[in-house]
């Protein structure tokens, strides 16, 4: 058994630990620090109205 350590419940890290706990093969232990806050790393990344073709500059710059 593999033993796998997951920092962070937010949607990522509860995802990962789903489908990693469904294989018998790893053992998974999530780390957070309570229910109730909103992530604090990667707010920025799900961007669903961002597009190359309106935000030239932001689109240039993240390259």
Do not use: C, E
């Given at each position: 058994?593999?033993?796998?350590?997951?920092?962070g419940?937010?949607?990522?890290?509860?995802?990962?630990?789903y489908?990693?706990?469904?294989?018998?093969?790893?053992?998974?232990?999530?780390?957070?620090?309570?229910?109730?806050?909103?992530?604090?790393?990667?707010?920025?990344?799900?961007s669903?109205?961002?597009?190359?073709?309106?935000?030239?500059?932001?689109?240039?710059?993240?390259?």
């Open positions: 058994m593999k033993k796998v350590a997951i920092i419940a937010g949607i990522v890290g509860s995802a990962v630990a489908y990693l706990s469904k294989n018998p093969v790893y053992q998974v232990t999530v780390f957070d620090h309570g229910i109730g806050q909103a992530t604090k790393a990667a707010a920025g990344i799900i669903p109205w961002f597009s190359k073709r309106r935000n030239k500059a932001w689109y240039r710059m993240a390259r």
